[in-house]
């Protein structure tokens, strides 16, 4: 099964994807990880990215594309993944498109804007293994730490008000015509982000049909 999952930042993506990803037993792949990792570890695509991530601006197509693809390559990808993140933009759909990666549905995760702000202030990511918490609707077990794998939590650097409002601007602009895009394809399925997690993952499963 190959799914993207749609939406705005802070619509919840990253943690349905970890709750499909162990219902499913395939891979979330989420480009905004992967380009977190790369520029705390300094690498050639980090000093690229640095920049655009940090005005909440989409890091150029070209680079993510490429990204994705070699990381849709390794072995645990065989049966399948779960796209968080990607496509952003409509090039980079049409990309897939080109290289005959067929998918089977888009979830196109809705919330309204209001939510976010809430929701992406008080959140947490985990500096190793990139699970995220929130400081009051998903807490960890112990404060500032992991529950996976006792890595510190950190605020990410582009969750702040300011960098909030570029992001969300961005989004509308720039990812939200996916949605036509793959309802013109026949693969979407809208899912409405309800308060509670659980609740919205009984959504999506049923979505899914699993
Ligand atoms: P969120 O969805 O909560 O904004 P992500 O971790 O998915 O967080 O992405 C964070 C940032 O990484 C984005 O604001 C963007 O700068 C960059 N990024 C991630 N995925 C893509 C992509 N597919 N295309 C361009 N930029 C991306
Ligand atoms: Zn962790």
Do not use: W
Not at 44 to 71: M, N, T, W
Not at 189 to 201: F, G, L, Q
């Amino acid at each position: 099964m190959k799914l993207i999952l749609l939406g705005a930042p802070g619509a919840g993506k990253g943690t349905q994807a970890e709750r499909i990803a162990k219902k499913l037993n395939i891979p979330t792949i989420s480009t905004g990880f992967i380009i977190r990792q790369a520029i705390s570890a300094q690498t050639d695509l980090g000093k690229i990215a640095k920049d655009f991530i940090d005005k909440g601006q989409l890091v150029p197509d070209e680079v993510v594309i490429k990204i994705l693809f070699e990381r849709i390559k390794e072995d645990d990808c065989k049966n399948g993944f779960i796209l968080d993140g990607f496509p952003r933009t409509i090039p980079q759909a049409e990309a897939l498109v080109e290289a005959d990666i067929r998918i089977d549905k888009v979830l196109s995760i809705e919330l309204e804007d209001e939510v976010i702000l809430d929701r992406l202030s008080g959140r947490r990511e985990c500096s190793k293994c990139g699970k995220t918490f929130h400081v009051l609707f998903q807490k960890p077990q112990k404060e500032g730490i992991c529950d996976v794998c006792g890595g510190e939590l950190i605020c990410r650097k582009d969750d702040n008000p300011e960098t909030i409002k570029s992001r969300l601007s961005v989004y509308h602009k720039q990812t939200e015509p996916l949605i036509a895009f793959y309802k013109n394809m026949g693969i979407l399925a809208p899912v409405e982000s309800k308060k509670d997690v659980e609740a919205t993952t009984k959504e999506v499963f049923k979505a899914l049909g699993v």
